[in-house]
């Protein structure tokens, strides 16, 4: 479901995201999708909407792990690695 509409991801999904995201046997692309919407609509992803509040954003993702995997399949899917 997550996969065609990512969407609909909800705040009590962030946990099975992370979890399903750190297993090698799922495609990581619908996941992290579904991730980053609901990132963005985290109070702490508009955290700095200046220069002077990235220490906000910052903390918000250091102390998160959804963006943390997001960014890893990311970049693991534009390196062309099948396992990260």
């Known amino acids: 479901m997550l996969g065609e509409y ?3 991801a909800l705040p009590e ?3 099975d995201l ?3 995201l750190q297993d090698e046997d ?3 692309d619908p996941l992290s999708a579904a991730g980053w ?3 963005s609509r985290e109070a702490g ?3 700095a909407a200046s220069e002077s509040e990235c220490g ?3 903390q918000f993702l250091g102390s998160n792990p959804l963006p ?3 960014f890893t399949k990311v970049l693991c899917i534009i390196a062309g690695l099948s396992v990260c």
């Open 6 to 8: 990512p969407e609909h």
């Open 13 to 15: 999904m962030r946990d």
């Open 18 to 20: 992370v979890r399903l």
């Open 26 to 28: 799922i495609a990581p």
């Open 37 to 39: 919407y609901l990132l």
């Open 45 to 47: 992803w508009n955290a």
């Open 56 to 58: 906000s954003l910052a």
């Open 68 to 70: 943390s995997r997001c």
